[in-house]
Structure formats: structure tokens, C-alpha cells
């Protein structure tokens, strides 16, 4: 007797997402014809100001996440070293670099900023690759500065914070040369607050197993919530997404064929080998159900008010994944662990990205040490495909799956 | 029942037998471009020397990096489940394993059944690996054989800070250019590779008995100067290259 096949049907929501992806890129890059203005802004910035006041956001890591995936990072980022740019900085930043000279990548190139806006509550090197662009298109650059919060957010991290966010609209409204509309702000920032509600209510739905989709399609989804938070785009989009998933749930419809082990995935993506790593994992009848980066975009959302947005955001951005202690980030790793039930933790030792990367060990101890979990390190970049060996990360992968599968046994 | 385990690594294809509880026999052969000869020839000839022919066999494993050219093989598993068995099948008391082969290292923690528990694994790189040993061997026109025995002859070893393994032969050049004595040179050598493996042992908390596997354990001086770091006594069986290929084997033997 045959087994009954598994329905795998692919997402449909997919071709809407490219679509919404393309509109929203295709205006950017026409900005300059509609008289609309272009911020450049890391993707951890606030950026409910921005479109509040109708400015269009881009977003550098977006798009070299798009380079990566393009398998166009390895060109660009020697590009940057052929200009002088160190082997050992990030790969978004050599290929956002090298791009802006080139005006190269899969789709030109950004378009030119009118302004650039850097939170460094992602990492340290934005400052000076915001600075760097800054001078190379020669246009005004704000820095809101987040203090790590290693153990907790004290008063004077609060307000320190908070008055950046002031300095912020200023510098916003000097630049456009118009006032801040404050009905509007509460608007954009409710439809913030709802879309990543919506987006963790996405992320969510993989706790069912088996799986309706994987954190390969999570890395895909992403994009709506980094490029279009505190639009009604986003908040639609999601809308659909969770309803096709809880639908897929209830027709039995998984992400790969035969899920019998869960994994979580951390740090972020190896763009340039996402479809080979969820068909190695696949393979060994594993999906990746969740990871920690996609919920980087609402995992801060219990310090928002809806209501008070701009005075919460502060909070609300300062107190984000990579902007904590490695024991806060254990904690939410454990969490993950529990909420998802997985059979291990994949890490993605990232050479482009340090705060990410550090702490890994730290963290893979203490998952051991409380859950008795198989932990994986595999080493590569999330762009650069120099920093990769397909052999070596398939025989770590293919061990791990086989001691899961020993233990499982 | 008469299992096989044949492990094609990067420098040499290795291959066991084993009979429940017994080793019948292995053979280690050199690679060559091909992997899937390799393994023919490899399996063929060892079977023809122990008086077996393939239908004797009730199953194989392949392991190594060559493991899935080995078309003719039953099953497929990695060299760190392998070299754990196979440890576990020499010495059932072994917690601790550290191999060291042609083009990667690596530590391997095992529980009282022999199964793995946790593993590191070099990075892209070949620093502290076979190969890292024969670039230096053949700089300093050595036998890659004989550079246990000289390297224990130093009186002062020389420090190599490169870890890159080009880096590390261009220092090591300058060192020849500076009339270093070739003991010292070699002693610093195996020095410098012990401490990117001990590295990897340190990283899964490595505890003893360990057993030391893999070609680069037929290397006395490496050996020592990985003792020196890990502050622990390894214990090299005769079979240290096999260590694989007999593990494939017992794994094979378990699921056969």
C-alpha cells in the first residue's frame, strides 16, 4: 500500500508579495519623478516618522539581502575591495557600497537618499557606512544613538532615547521643509503596532506541526514588515497571509514533504544558499519552523503604546534582539525552543555580522545546558559567498541530523 | 554477519571488516582523483585478502568526504558518527575523540554507548590538519613519515603565530632563511597545529579517556605537542587511520 502523498502545495500569497515588493521598489526609484523624497534607513530604525511625513524609506539591507540572494554579493563586495574596503566588513555594507558606484545589483542600484537615517541598535558599523554615504551623496545623515541595554533599560537610557526621537522630527521637518502632522504620526504608528502584531500572529502559525510554512518563507515574508511598517499595506498583506496559513493548517498542507524533526535557525539568513540548505535540511525530513531573526520586527512590540507612539518608541527600539545582553537573548532563544518545540538549534555563525555572531557560544551553552538539545554551528556570510564551503556545512549538517535522528530514535 | 565501512577521505580511502565483534581486517589505500575507484579498489582488494567476495557482505557504509561516490554502498554516514563508533568498537571507554585527518580536524564528545554528543569541526581553513603538516614537510623537505621523529628532537621549538597555513609556510621560510635548526622548526610546527585542534577540543569541553584518530595520529610529534595542550594523555590504537572506515563498518553492523 502507497502512502498517501503529502500535500505541499506551494503559498499562494508569494506572487502578491513580489508584486507588492515591485510596486514598492518602482515607486522608490520614480521618487525623484513624483516629487517624494528618499530616506535611507537601517533596518532597524524608526521609521513610522518617515512615513508619516511621506517620505519613502529605503532600506540598504533590504537590498543587500536582494543582492544576496541574486548570488550577486560576491562581485559587488570585491568591488568594495578593490576600493579599499576591509575583507572583514559586512557584506551589506561592501555590497551597498560598491553599488552605489556601480550602480550595479539586481536592480541598479537604490535610489539617490535625500537623507539618511542610522540607529545603531542593530550594530556598530552603520555609523560609519551611513557616514561614508552620507559624504558620497553629500546629503544630511541622522544618528539616534541606542545604548545596549545589557542588563535592563534604565531611566537614563530612557531619556536619552526619548530625546533623540525629538531631534528626530526636527531634523525630519528641516529637511523637508514641512511640520510633522501629529494625527497622521498616531495613524502610521497604530498601523505599526497592528501589522507586527499581525506579523508575529504570521510567525506563529509554525508552531503546528507539521509546519504550513518554514523560516524560509519567513525570510521572504519578512520583507513587508522592514520596508512597509505603519502602512496599511502591510497590515492587509498580513491579514491574508495568516488566514491562507491557519487555512493550509486545517487542509493538513505542510511545508516539506515528511516533517519529522523541528529546527530553529539563528541569526540571519545565508541568502546566497537558502534554497540549498532548506533542501539539505529537507532532505534529513527537517524544516526550519522558526529562527530569531524574523521576529526581530515584533519582538520588542510590548513596549509599544499604540497610543503614545512616539513617546514608546523609544523603548520599543532600543530594547530589540541585537541590542540586549547574550542571557536576554538566551532567554528568548529558550522561549523559541519551548513555543515551537524544535529538535535543535541551527546557528549561523555570520562573519558579516559581529553582534549577531557574538555571544553564539554563550548562548549554545546554555541551550545545552537547560534543554540537552543538539546545537549546529556552521560558519558563512549572509552575502558573500567567499566565506562559504558548501562540503564542510554538509557534512556538519548531515552529522547533527544524524545525531537528532540517534536521539530521537 | 560481515559488514564493510569504507572511507574515502581527501589524502587516503580506507576500508574494514568486521564480524560481530571482530575486525577482519583493513586496508588503506591513497585516493587519487577518483572517488568512486578508490572505493572499488579499496573494498575489492580487502575482500580478496581476507578470501571474501561482495556477496559475503550483508552491508555498507560509506563515510569521508568521498561517501556518496561509493555508488556500490548501502547506506551513508558522516566520518564524526563513524569515528565515533569506531572508537567506541577499539576502546568502549573512549568519552573523548580527536581526529585529525588530511584536510580537517575534528573533536568529537561521545556517551557510554558510543554515540556522538557534540562535535567541532575545523573552519574553512587547514591550519591544524594533515595538510597543513604536509605543506610544512614539504618546505622543509621532510618526509611527512619522519616529521614525528625530528620534530622530537628540538631543544628550543620555534613559535609559529600565523594560522593561516599560507601565512604560516611563508613564516616558516623565513625561518629556514634564518638558519633555524629543522627540529625546532618542526616541533613549532606541530606546536602550532596542536593549538588550533586543543582549540576545538576546548570548544565541546572535551573529557578524557580521548582517543586520538585519523592519519595525522601516526604523527609522534603532533601527538605529544597535543597532549602538551590538552593536558591529557591520548590513547592511539594502531588502527588510528582506519578508525572511520572500522566505525562505518559497526554502524553498518547496527542497521544491516
Known amino acids: 500500500m502507497s502512502e498517501k502523498p503529502v500535500d505541499t502545495t506551494k503559498i499562494r500569497s508569494v506572487k502578491k508579495m513580489r508584486d507588492l515588493m515591485t510596486t514598492y521598489y518602482l515607486e522608490a526609484l520614480s521618487a525623484g519623478q513624483n516629487n517624494k ?90 555609523l560609519k557606512w551611513y557616514e561614508i554615504q552620507a559624504r558620497f551623496y553629500n546629503v544630511p545623515l541622522f544618528i539616534l544613538d541606542t545604548p545596549i541595554c545589557h ?34 504620526m498616531t495613524q502610521v504608528g497604530k498601523l505599526s503596532f497592528e501589522g507586527q502584531r499581525l506579523w508575529q500572529k504570521v510567525l506563529n502559525t509554525t508552531a503546528h506541526k507539521p509546519s504550513p510554512m518554514s523560516a524560509f518563507d519567513a525570510f521572504f515574508f ?32 505542510s511545508s516539506i514533504p515528511h516533517e519529522k524533526y523541528r529546527l530553529l535557525w539563528d541569526n ?65 532563544v529558550l522561549d523559541m525552543i519551548r513555543f515551537y518545540d524544535v529538535n535543535g538549534l541551527v546557528m549561523h555563525s555570520n562573519r558579516s555580522c559581529k553582534p549577531y555572531s557574538f555571544g553564539q557560544m554563550d548562548i549554545m551553552k546554555t541551550v545545552r545546558e537547560k534543554t540537552g538539545l543538539p546545537v549546529l554551528m556552521i560558519e558563512a556570510d549572509m552575502v558573500d559567498p567567499r566565506s562559504f564551503s558548501q562540503a564542510q556545512a554538509e557534512t556538519r549538517i548531515d552529522t547533527f541530523m544524524e545525531i537528532i535522528k540517534q536521539r530521537e530514535a | ?102 584536510q580537517d580536524s575534528k573533536a568529537i564528545l561521545l556517551d557510554d554507548q558510543g554515540r556522538v554528543e557534540n562535535f567541532a569541526m575545523n573552519d574553512k581553513c587547514a591550519a591544524g590538519t594533515g595538510r597543513f603538516l604536509e605543506v610544512m614537510a614539504r618546505a622543509l623537505e621532510v ?37 633555524e635548526k629543522r627540529e625546532n622548526i618542526i616541533a613549532g610546527i606541530h606546536d602550532a597545529a596542536a593549538a588550533r585542534v586543543a582549540n576545538l577540543a576546548a570548544k565541546i569541553r572535551i573529557r578524557g579517556p580521548v582517543m586520538m584518530t585519523g592519519g595525522v595520529a601516526k604523527n609522534s610529534g603532533m601527538a605529544a605537542a597535543l597532549e602538551k ?28
Not at chain 2, 554477519?1 to 568486521?18: E, F, N, Q, R, V
Request: charged fraction near 20%; glycine fraction near 10%.
Open chain 1, 37 to 126: 523624497q528618499v530616506a535611507w534607513i537601517t533596518s532597524g530604525g524608526p521609521v513610522e516618522p518617515l512615513v508619516a511625513m511621506d517620505i519613502i524609506p529605503v532600506y540598504p539591507e533590504n537590498h543587500g539581502a536582494m543582492i544576496g540572494s541574486a548570488k550577486m554579493g560576491e562581485e559587488l563586495c570585491a568591488k568594495a575591495e578593490e576600493m579599499g574596503y576591509s575583507f572583514d566588513l559586512c557584506s551589506y555594507a561592501r555590497a551597498d557600497i560598491a553599488c552605489s558606484v556601480e550602480k550595479g545589483g539586481p536592480i541598479g542600484g537604490l535610489p539617490r537618499p535625500d537623507m539618511l537615517i542610522c540607529c545603531n541598535n542593530i550594530c556598530g558599523t552603520v
Open chain 1, 151 to 184: 542588563t535592563g533599560y534604565t531611566p537614563d537610557i530612557a531619556a536619552y532615547v526619548r530625546a533623540q526621537v525629538d531631534e528626530y522630527i526636527v531634523f525630519l521637518e528641516n529637511v523637508t521643509q514641512r511640520k510633522l502632522d501629529h494625527d497622521k
Open chain 1, 222 to 253: 519578512l520583507a513587508l514588515i522592514v520596508t512597509l511598517r505603519g502602512t496599511p499595506i502591510a497590515v492587509d498583506f498580513y491579514k491574508e497571509l495568516i488566514a491562507e496559513m491557519e487555512q493550509r493548517i486545517k487542509d493538513g498542507i
Open chain 1, 268 to 332: 540571519l539568513p545565508v541568502w546566497h544558499r537558502l534554497k540549498w540548505l532548506s533542501a539539505r535540511f529537507s532532505g534529513h525530513n527537517a524544516c526550519l519552523v522558526a529562527d530569531t531573526y524574523t521576529s526581530a520586527w515584533c519582538g520588542a512590540i510590548q513596549y509599544i503604546d499604540e497610543d503614545n507612539f512616539l513617546d514608546s518608541i523609544a523603548q520599543a527600539y532600543t530594547r530589540i534582539y541585537l541590542n540586549i545582553g547574550v542571557d536576554q537573548m538566551a532567554d528568548q
Open chain 2, 1 to 102: 554477519m560481515i559488514c564493510a565501512g569504507i572511507d574515502i577521505g581527501s589524502i587516503t580511502a580506507k576500508a574494514a571488516l568486521i564480524n560481530g565483534k571482530d575486525l577482519l581486517g583493513t586496508l588503506v589505500i591513497p585516493t587519487g582523483y577518483h572517488h568512486l575507484n578508490a572505493g572499488i579498489r579499496v573494498f575489492d582488494t580487502l575482500l580478496q585478502q581476507n578470501g571474501l567476495s561482495r556477496t559475503d557482505i550483508s552491508f555498507v557504509v560509506s563515510t569521508g568526504y568521498g561517501r556518496a561516490s561509493v555508488d556500490f554502498a548501502d547506506k551513508t554516514m558522516t566520518e564524526i558518527l563513524c569515528h565515533g563508533a569506531g572508537a567506541h568498537f577499539l576502546n568502549p571507554d573512549i568519552r573523548g575523540v580527536i581526529d585529525v585527518g588530511g
Open chain 2, 143 to 179: 618526509a611527512l613519515d619522519q616529521m614525528g621523529e625530528v620534530g622530537q628532537k628540538a631543544d628550543n621549538p620555534s613559535k609559529i603565530s600565523s594560522i593561516c597555513t599560507v601565512f604560516a609556510e611563508s613564516e616558516v621560510i623565513s625561518m629556514i632563511a634564518r638558519q
Open chain 2, 229 to 256: 595542550r590538552l593536558k591529557l594523555p591520548l590513547i592511539i590504537e594502531s588502527f588510528s587511520q582506519e578508525t572511520g572506515a572500522i566505525g562505518a563498518a559497526v554502524l553498518a553492523a547496527g542497521t544491516g
